[in-house]
């Protein structure tokens, strides 16, 4: 966006003047028209869909490692938890496993996760470990929302 210069002192304000601050102007509405690409539907659990500006749009990124320390048993559960806060109805979370450490053994590889209870401060969840062994992942978690 151009910058109108500043007046100096006694200056008159000429033709040329005024046509930079009504460009401006209009270069700023044009910035800050409404259009439906700057807007964010939040499909909420408890107020259907939310229609939002995307910048008034709450985003957490979280992380959290969940450890399997029983080697001895498929299909061992881990639970993790993960605390945000700001949100006016409960958000949409998304949890992805991603593997940790140096070395990936086939247990890290093998696993699920479910989110077991998703509220407006706080999202809960199991992972699944499907194969033997001590493994750890690392859940990325994006939580999107309305907020208060």
Do not use: H
């Not at 639970?79 to 086939?106: H, R």
């Amino acid at each position: 966006m151009s910058k109108v210069p500043l007046p100096e002192r006694g200056q008159p304000l000429d033709l040329t003047y005024i046509y930079q601050i009504a460009n401006a102007l209009n270069d700023l509405s044009n910035q800050v028209t409404s259009s439906s690409n700057k807007y964010t539907s939040v499909d909420t659990v408890s107020a259907a869909t939310q229609l939002i500006k995307t910048a008034d749009t709450r985003i957490v990124a979280g992380y959290v490692v969940v450890t399997n320390t029983d080697s001895n048993t498929t299909e061992s559960e881990a639970t993790f938890s993960y605390n945000f806060t700001d949100f006016q109805y409960v958000p949409i979370v998304t949890a992805t496993p991603i593997l940790v450490g140096d070395v990936a053994t086939d247990a890290s590889k093998d696993v699920s996760v479910v989110l077991t209870s998703v509220t407006t401060n706080k999202v809960d969840g199991v992972v699944r470990f499907n194969t033997l062994g001590v493994s750890s992942v690392g859940i990325n978690l994006i939580a999107v929302g309305v907020p208060v």
